[in-house]
């Protein structure tokens, strides 16, 4: 069964019969950050801004390349960003705290932060203990501003800056929570969010990102790169292991190629069976997909670069928010 089909469909009659647990689960969430708010479980600070980037529903919202464009960003007004990450779908002890760059083993420490590694120019580290990631960052490197990846119910970092990515067409699906909806917590908690920024058409107080699509690029030869539009008209092999694979499907619709497609879980680990097929066509995938792929890639296997925008006015309240905390600390929780 299609658990999207669930989440994301009206009253289906499996998510009704969840709904109690849905209850309990909200429930206990809401419980959990009244206890960092009233002081009850500690919220540990650190010297500089923390933003967090994260959701409130489970599957990918596009939120590697947010963080990719603040870190650029911040960058750009002179700012010494440094990123913070779990590294969801890294094999590595629970306990460990790793650095990465830009050939760092995803197998060990995720696939999206060595697309941090490598298009953010800043240093970055994974941990399930986030607190402990910003630790090892603030000691190795001179950052003076923290930048975490996901951890938005991660209580236990204090943060300056929240900023929710939101799907612009699932959006919250059935509005339940966990196990009877994808929420992780009742909407009602975007209320206290400093930004919400949703993929495409958006309502009023949220910001657009949008994505420029770059050329392909050879997965096997990185000096190789190809206009989408070349393959127009011709068929290929789709490979996607993301969180909602029709958004990146329908892109290569768009420009009119023909699509065989093959799907696979979030953060899948890829076998040489799954991305080589008995026929010459070309096989493109999403840059995430690909850092895995790279070892036993060929001459055939491409990815799709994309390339995040946000408006001006993003830009300009995000600084604003970063002085004022300069001036009165840290938001409450």
Request: aromatic share 8%; glycine share 8%; hydrophobic share 40%.
């Amino acid at each position: 069964m299609n658990v999207d089909n669930i989440w994301y469909s009206t009253n289906h009659p499996f998510s009704l019969l969840l709904a109690p647990l849905s209850w309990l689960y909200c429930g206990v969430a809401a419980v959990r950050r009244q206890a960092y708010h009233k002081g009850l479980l500690k919220i540990h600070s650190v010297p500089v801004p923390v933003i967090v980037v994260g959701n409130i529903t489970v599957g990918g919202t596009g939120k590697t390349p947010l963080v990719i464009w603040l870190a650029q960003f911040l960058k750009s007004q002179g700012f010494q960003p440094g990123i913070v990450s779990r590294g969801y779908g890294g094999q590595r002890p629970r306990a460990s705290i790793e650095t990465v760059v830009a050939d760092s083993d995803p197998v060990l420490v995720g696939d999206e932060p060595i697309l941090l590694a490598r298009h953010s120019g800043c240093p970055v580290v994974v941990g399930v203990d986030r607190l402990g990631a910003v630790e090892r960052l603030l000691a190795q490197h001179p950052c003076n501003v923290i930048i975490s990846d996901d951890g938005l119910q991660h209580y236990r970092l204090g943060r300056d800056i929240e900023i929710a990515v939101l799907d612009d067409i699932r959006r919250y699906g059935n509005r339940r929570c966990l196990p009877a909806g994808p929420l992780r917590e009742p909407v009602s908690r975007l209320e206290n969010i400093d930004f919400l920024v949703t993929k495409g058409a958006t309502l009023e107080h949220e910001f657009s990102i949008q994505y420029t699509l770059n050329p392909l690029q050879n997965i096997a030869n990185r000096q190789l790169s190809m206009p989408l539009d070349a393959l127009r008209g011709q068929t290929v092999h789709a490979i996607a292991g993301i969180g909602h694979p029709e958004k990146f499907f329908n892109r290569l619709r768009d420009h009119g190629l023909k699509l065989k497609t093959h799907i696979f879980p979030d953060h899948y680990v890829y076998q040489v069976k799954d991305i080589k097929f008995k026929d010459n066509l070309p096989v493109i995938m999403t840059e995430k997909d690909a850092v895995k792929c790279e070892f036993m890639a060929a001459s055939q296997h491409w990815y799709l670069p994309i390339t995040a925008r946000l408006p001006e006015a993003f830009g300009k309240q995000l600084l604003a928010r970063l002085h004022k905390r300069n001036k009165h600390g840290q938001k409450a929780i």
